[in-house]
C-alpha cells in the first residue's frame, strides 16, 4: 500500500505549469481560509448530468470508501466535495457526504476569465 509521505505546497505542484491568472487569484485568495486549518482535500463529484449516463456515474461508497482511507493516512484533513445539482440531485443527496464530517459546495461558479 502507499504511504504518504508529506505534505505538498501549492507552490511546489505547480512548478512548472502556467495558471490562468483567474485561477492564481482565487488559490492565493483561498490559502487563508484552507491553508490554516491544515491539509485540505478537495474531491469532484460528477452527478449533474451523470443520471443520464449511469455508466460514468461512481457510488457514494466509493467515496466513502476512499475518504476513509485518507483519513486513516492523514486523520486531520479536511475533506471538501464539490458537485452540482442541476436536473437529477438534490441538496440532500450529498447529506451521507455531511454525515461523514465532509464539507459539500454545491452548484459553486467555475473560475473563468
Known sequence: ??????????????????????????????RGSFMARG????V???RGDAKSQEYRLTGDDWYFLAVAAI???VPDASVHIFSST??????????GYRARNMTVHLDTDVLSD
Open 39 to 42: 491539509p485540505v482535500v478537495a
Open 71 to 73: 483519513r486513516k493516512q
Open 1 to 30: 500500500a502507499a504511504t504518504f509521505r508529506r505534505y505538498f505546497s501549492a507552490d511546489e505542484l505547480f512548478t512548472g505549469w502556467r495558471l490562468r491568472a483567474s485561477a492564481k487569484h482565487w488559490l492565493d485568495s483561498q
Open 86 to 95: 442541476e436536473v437529477f440531485y438534490n441538496a440532500s443527496d450529498f447529506d
Open 44 to 46: 469532484h463529484l460528477r
